[in-house]
């Protein structure tokens, strides 16, 4: 009962401390969701290879900061090996959507519509299949673009029919835009090389399995499974917006530290002659220090909650107008950030409970 007059007895401070410890818990848990869902959309391509082997040019380990080529022949060369189901080329590199004299980077993949895989999954305008001369494009780079479908539009240097939109292929900085396999050729002048075979293993055949066959079988490629080449890709953009992100998240609990450190040594600096009476008619001092820690305790836990309901419905509303910026907050972020949060109330407490420890019950009263 304290700790609860004590921190009401100001409300106006009471207000603005929540608003603080409610800000950082925001802003730690937007700045750990964007780090997440970024990192896990990026990948949602190989994501969605339905587990297949990823078969590339010897070196390459990872899709967004190299180049894979393949000559055509290679296919046939892998149809041969025990274990291995469906073979589907892949022809991508990183190139420039250009748009009315604006230019934004994206992915262009070429892939066979006949096969099962290399494809867009998941199409939320028009449709998913593509013909000559035809591109299914993200959503929200046609959308940055003004583009809809049936327009046409410039890709390297030929021009295209939008016939879909895309969705789920946007994350910071990565779209994607799919056409036939011929075209992206074309466009390309690859010849017969591609970038990647998708090898799909066979029912009984593990995909860790298939890799190692591949390896020792057919001869300059490098054969990795979609989870080993989805983690070195991840790895790639992690080191790219990874050190602004971590200086973010730690600069959002330097801040709830120090506002409920702050707040708390306020409240306990106005009632230090309370506590000097309490101690004075036999209050023990670890019923004091309960006292402070309670109030550290409440005002972080009602930060949080605050702070993580915000977060919480953010992340749909980041997610709608921005498209391409997607933020994760899940279960386990949230319950980590509540441990969190209890440890800045700890911590912000150490400095008071110091003071009510030092604090001389005669004091009070010769004053």
């Known amino acids: 009962?304290?700790?609860?007059?004590?921190?009401?007895?100001?409300?106006?401070?009471?207000?603005?401390?929540l608003i603080g410890v409610a800000f950082a818990v925001m802003l730690v848990l937007v700045m750990t969701g964007i780090f997440v869902g970024t990192t896990n959309q990026v990948t949602t391509y190989i994501d969605n290879s339905r587990g297949a082997v990823w078969v590339a040019q010897p070196g390459t380990?990872?899709?967004?900061?190299?180049?894979?080529?393949?000559p055509g022949d290679t296919e046939q060369q892998l149809e041969g090996v025990d274990g291995a189901g469906e073979v589907s080329p892949i022809l991508g590199v990183p190139s420039s959507?250009?748009?009315?004299?604006?230019?934004?980077?994206?992915?262009?993949l070429g892939y066979d519509p006949q096969a099962h895989q290399g494809g867009p999954w998941s199409v939320s305008e028009g449709r998913a299949d593509v013909g000559p001369g035809e591109v299914v494009l993200d959503r929200v780079l046609a959308s940055k673009n003004g583009v809809t479908v049936g327009d046409t539009v410039e890709l390297v240097d030929g021009e295209f029919t939008v016939v879909g939109l895309s969705d789920e292929t946007a994350a910071v900085g990565n779209f994607y835009a799919f056409v036939t396999l011929d075209d992206a050729a074309e466009l390309l002048r690859a010849g017969d090389r591609v970038s990647y075979y998708l090898v799909q293993p066979e029912p009984g055949t593990s995909a860790s399995?298939?890799?190692?066959?591949?390896?020792?079988?057919?001869?300059?490629?490098?054969?990795?499974?979609?989870?080993?080449?989805?983690?070195?890709?991840?790895?790639?953009?992690?080191?790219m917006i990874g050190r602004p992100l971590y200086a973010m998240i730690a600069i959002g609990l330097l801040v709830g530290i120090a506002l409920v450190a702050l707040t708390v040594l306020a409240t306990v600096a106005e009632q230090m002659q309370e506590f000097g009476v309490l101690k004075a008619v036999g209050v023990s001092s670890r019923q004091l220090y309960r006292e402070v820690?309670?109030?550290?305790?409440?005002?972080?836990?009602?930060?949080?909650?605050?702070?993580?309901?915000?977060?919480?419905g953010a992340q749909f509303g980041i997610r709608e107008g921005l498209g391409d910026v997607t933020v994760e907050v899940t279960p386990v972020?949230?319950?980590?950030?509540?441990?969190?949060?209890?440890l800045m109330a700890v911590l912000g407490s150490i400095t008071p409970v110091r003071r009510v420890a030092r604090l001389d019950a005669a004091v009070v009263f010769r004053r």
């Open 61 to 70: 380990t990872q899709m967004f900061r190299s180049v894979s080529w393949l």
């Open 209 to 239: 399995a298939l890799v190692t066959r591949i390896n020792e079988q057919v001869g300059s490629v490098d054969a990795l499974t979609s989870e080993e080449f989805a983690e070195n890709s991840k790895a790639i953009v992690v080191s």
């Open 1 to 17: 009962m304290i700790a609860i007059k004590n921190l009401l007895g100001e409300r106006g401070r009471l207000i603005t401390s």
């Open 293 to 312: 820690l309670l109030q550290a305790g409440l005002l972080a836990v009602v930060g949080y909650l605050i702070g993580a309901g915000i977060a919480y």
């Open 333 to 342: 972020m949230l319950a980590g950030m509540f441990g969190v949060t209890v």
């Open 97 to 108: 959507f250009v748009r009315d004299g604006n230019q934004t980077a994206f992915y262009l």
